[in-house]
């Protein structure tokens, strides 16, 4: 897919998600994987992701579709971004079923900083 032009709004402060998250025992990572989802959607130009699914699923499967959630956002942003490792979805799949959940949020939003045009964490 081509890049689009630089979009700030998706650009995220990675340490401060993570510290956020850590100080509210990870409910913050809720509000950032919103942000994430709307991301992506711009990204692949089409509404895949949805926050409402996604929380009713979580919650349903006690956090098992989260993990599959993950593999699956890394694997849309692997192909949205081709500077990404194509090794992306493993790593979230990997994460994700150690509980690191966080960690792998983290490197997904790297690169969607990265998509966007801004390098740093």
């Not at 990572?29 to 409402?52: C, D, H, R």
Request: with cysteine.
């Amino acid at each position: 897919m081509e890049k689009q032009i630089p979009n700030s709004e998706h650009i995220r402060p990675i340490f401060w998600d993570i510290v956020c998250a850590i100080l509210t025992c990870g409910l913050f990572n809720i509000y950032v994987q919103k942000k994430q989802m709307i991301a992506l959607n711009e990204m692949l130009k089409q509404p895949k992701y949805s926050f409402g699914n996604w929380l009713l699923y979580s919650i349903l499967t006690c956090g098992i579709y989260h993990i599959y959630h993950e593999y699956r956002m890394g694997t849309d942003i692997a192909l949205c971004n081709k500077e990404a490792n194509p090794n992306l979805p493993l790593v979230c799949l990997g994460l994700s079923l150690f509980g690191f959940t966080i960690v792998a949020d983290a490197i997904q939003q790297f690169h969607i900083n990265q998509y966007y045009g801004h390098s740093g964490l």
